[in-house]
């Protein structure tokens, strides 16, 4: 009998290639907050449940006897401008979903094998040209607050027995979801260019390359903590927008200034946009994963093509 991975936020875009993926040699489980609506993308691949994404309910029986929890569930952070309420809404949309994992592993007789919780580079905070690995600290910020947050839930996992890991992944790029989209289509009108001044680092990883890295630290048993998911070699958003433009064969001619972005999007300009973090995957490299895609301009034609699935 297959072993079961259960996949939470399975839904949305890292969360479905994660279904599609896995799904030949494990039995999946997939918790989405609408089962009917998840179920057209994803129902070929898993068995879609329905989960509040903040309580324990009938979904933690498949927890007894699991090999791991993927935990992917929380508020899309660049769904709109960060009002208080927003702000409310991404924290409690996380760490309620992590503390309702902890709760059901701690509540099953035969506990999973591994736990993984979904987290990002925002965790270091606005660190400018640092070179940031796992040792790195917590940065200072809305979104490191959030990810640290987080991850300290999450880890209560450890008390039940069960080994955890935090992904703290960079910008996914993948063809068909994600930001990716968002940064071609100014493009598509020959308006592509760099945000800000372009000097700010950008972590990367391919979705190839997360799904593989996922599926990597899920099946090493000697690996637990925290594990940087972005491709051994980040770039400025000045190098990021004219690879992006080579590659489309566009120009990346303009330049939005960083007091329009701050104006259209607040504070979520800072963090998300302008944001420079320079995360480099130490710990998973020295644990012997290898990149498909370790080069942006490759991982980019990947994706644009459809060759990353």
Known sequence: MAKRVIISGAAGFIGQALCRAFH?????I???????????PIGQWATVLEWDARTVGTWARQVEGAHAIINLAGESLAAGRWTQTRRASIVQSRTN????????VSGAKVKPAV???????GFYGLRGDELLTENSGVGSGFLADVCHRTEAIATRVERSGVRYMAIRSGLVLGGEGGVLPRFIMPYR???????????????WISLEDEIRAIRFLMEKASLRG?????????????????TLGRVLGRPAWTRVPAFVLRLVF????DELLLASQRAVPQRLTEAGFTFKYPQLQAALE????GEDK
């Not at 009108?189 to 972590?203: D, E, K, P, V």
């Not at 990947?302 to 093509?305: C, D, E, N, S, V």
């Open 97 to 104: 979903s992590a503390g309702a994992i902890v709760d059901a």
């Open 302 to 305: 990947a994706a644009i093509r």
């Open 266 to 269: 607040g504070r979520m300009a």
């Open 189 to 203: 009108f020959f308006l592509g260019g760099t945000l800000g001044n372009g000097r700010q680092w950008l972590s």
């Open 30 to 40: 997939a918790l989405s907050r609408d089962a009917l609506r998840a179920a057209s």
């Open 115 to 121: 736990v993984i919780q979904a987290s990002g580079v």
């Open 226 to 242: 925290a594990f940087n998911l972005a491709a051994p070699n980040p770039v400025t958003m000045r190098q990021f927008s004219h």
């Open 24 to 28: 030949e040699d494990y039995e999946v």
